[in-house]
């Protein structure tokens, strides 16, 4: 026989085989034993919690010809053609390719006929949620008035989507993610019944990353299995679910314990380029956390650590961290993971994410601000900002027109920026900015990067050359925060315009710019030379207009804005 998998060949066959739903199994198995069955029942969940297995063993049930306490007795014939899917009473459907009204008509129709062996006919539809609405509409009517003799089984992932009018026809169970604990206890049962070896560890592993599904934690234990050569081990755990190993997560801790960006980002390059999942990372370091957090609160908390994580090297560097550092890397690290989930460019937030918690100065900027040490310089700026708009108010008394663009304050933050760029030095590149001069700076802009340091490639990583003249480069960065801190680090500036200009074999200066506000710049930059332009044109046309006697007293007793000069 070929061989299967181990979430088939240990599928639950009793109510009582069934892992981590106790309250809805011994529901069902009440319900079977006194006879007091519902015509409909909606099984809702995650994904592998055992609600087709649960569908499975009440159609079951409810057939067994010698029931047991509500359990199917898994011995007569009606047991033992369910169990080998021959039983033509037990009809299961998928709703994500039979979602039409067609097929729902069908079994409309269909329902009106009487079991052929079994006492009961049972359709388990299985993601009932893919029905269509005209489905719903024809499904409706027979769950409202159903055969004496037929139920229904729904089961779905997903029970918001169904409507209510179906729901309120059905006896809901709601089926829970399946604790770590019961999962662990599951597997080795199951490995102890083959008799192979298991590191516990290992074990432990396998049943974080299977996020409470059973199905998931036999499908990556099957998959271990056959990594290991039918052994599991820790490290064939770790590879099968990407997890980190103790040395990768220590030296990475290590790191931001001891406020080592560069260090940090070092082993973090490490990490990825063995093939470890940047989602999984972050998972770990959230882990971490949390157990260091209950390391530091008390002893009673501390009995809560999960060992499996927390090795002698972790509790070692925990006096390193204090809770509230703890809770800012929590932060940051959540802020990070939902940004994972929809973006390509995992390995640029990982970076920035290392930085921003192995940085010194994270320390102080986690401190709560008292109200005696607020800045002199924004009380300044919100006095003014008050006089401003009391003013404002005293012209709209008299009459006096506000314009719109003195009504608004500028963001603070963007003033900053305002600040920090160089327009002098911008406008002169793009005075004399070519397209081949673009291309250069871009295909020696590689180069370049591979002369830094680990820490400035990071920060270096996010920006581009957007334009370039013979005489310097402007460079765009992605992120306002990395244009700040090269932009302040004048050693970093100068090192830029030293390496630029000996790739190129000329003087060139590079000048930074945030991306955010590259098209204004240079749109302004435009709009000033066409101004320039027009307004050198006009003095031109009025000085040569102006060689005639009659409209030079034109000019002088109306002005140049009225008097308007048309050649004949």
């Not at 993971?337 to 010194?360: C, G, R």
């Not at 031109?540 to 034109?554: G, L, M, Y």
Request: glycine fraction near 2%; charged fraction near 25%; hydrophobic fraction near 40%.
């Amino acid at each position: 026989m070929a061989y299967q998998a181990l979430y088939r060949v240990w599928r639950p066959q009793t109510f009582s085989d069934v892992i981590g739903q106790d309250v809805i199994t011994q529901t069902l198995r009440n319900a079977v034993a006194s006879n007091m069955t519902s015509h409909a029942y909606l099984f809702s969940g995650p994904r592998g919690t055992g609600k087709t297995s649960c569908a499975k063993i009440l159609a079951k049930a409810v057939n067994c010809l010698n029931p047991q306490d509500g359990e199917p007795c898994n011995e007569c014939e009606i047991c033992l053609a369910a169990n080998e899917n021959r039983l033509n009473d037990v009809i299961e459907i998928d709703a994500a390719s039979n979602n039409g009204v067609e097929e729902i008509r069908d079994i409309r129709d269909k329902v009106k006929y009487a079991p052929t062996e079994a006492k009961y006919k049972v359709y388990i539809i299985d993601e009932v949620h893919m029905l269509s609405q005209g489905a719903f509409n024809a499904l409706l009517k027979t769950l409202e008035e159903p055969p004496a003799n037929v139920m229904f089984i729904l089961a779905t992932t997903e029970p918001q989507k169904i409507p209510a009018t179906i729901i309120s026809r059905t006896q809901s169970f709601n089926f829970r993610r399946i604790s770590k604990q019961d999962i662990l206890k599951r597997m080795i049962f199951i490995l102890n019944d083959k008799n192979i070896k298991y590191d516990e560890e290992g074990l432990d592993i396998i049943a974080a990353s299977a996020e409470g599904g059973m199905r998931d934690a036999l499908s990556i234990l099957d998959q271990a299995l056959s990594y290991g050569d039918d052994e599991l081990t820790l490290k064939n755990a770790q590879e099968v679910t990407g997890a980190l190993s103790n040395e990768q997560i220590v030296s990475y801790m290590t790191a931001i314990a001891e406020n080592k960006p560069a260090q940090a980002l070092t082993s973090l390059y490490q990490i990825l380029e063995s093939g470890r999942s940047a989602l999984r990372f972050t998972e770990m370091i959230i882990r971490v956390c949390r157990n260091l957090i209950l390391y530091n609160s008390n002893s009673d908390l501390s009995k809560q650590m999960d060992s499996s994580v927390m090795t002698k090297e972790l509790l070692a560097i925990a006096d390193k961290f204090d809770n509230k550092r703890l809770f800012y890397i929590v932060d940051q690290v959540s802020a990070t993971q939902k940004n994972l989930k929809n973006s390509n460019q995992t390995d640029i937030y990982m970076e920035i994410l290392t930085v921003k918690i192995s940085e010194p100065q994270v320390a102080s900027s986690v401190e709560p601000v008292e109200n005696d040490s607020v800045d002199n310089e924004v009380i300044d700026k919100l006095r003014d900002e008050v006089s401003h708009l009391q003013n404002e108010v005293k012209d709209l008394s008299n009459g006096t027109p506000v314009t719109k663009s003195s009504s608004k304050p500028k963001p603070h933050h963007r003033a900053n920026n305002n600040t920090r760029l160089n327009k002098t030095a911008i406008y002169k590149v793009l005075g004399n900015a070519t397209k081949n001069d673009l291309v250069a700076a871009r295909d020696m802009w590689p180069e370049l990067m591979s002369m830094l340091s680990i820490s400035q490639r990071a920060m270096m990583r996010v920006a581009q050359p957007v334009a370039a003249s013979s005489e310097g480069i402007v460079v765009a960065f992605d992120y306002a925060m990395w244009f700040e801190q090269v932009q302040d680090d004048s050693d970093f500036l100068q090192s830029l315009t030293d390496n630029a200009s000996k790739l190129l074999k000329k003087d060139c200066q590079i000048v930074l710019v945030p991306k955010v506000d590259w098209p204004k710049i240079r749109k302004e930059y435009i709009d000033n030379n066409i101004d320039s332009t027009k307004k050198n044109t006009v003095k031109s046309n009025k000085e040569t207009k102006k060689t005639d006697p009659t409209v030079d007293e034109a000019l002088k007793l109306f002005g140049d804005d009225i008097v308007d000069v048309k050649n004949d």
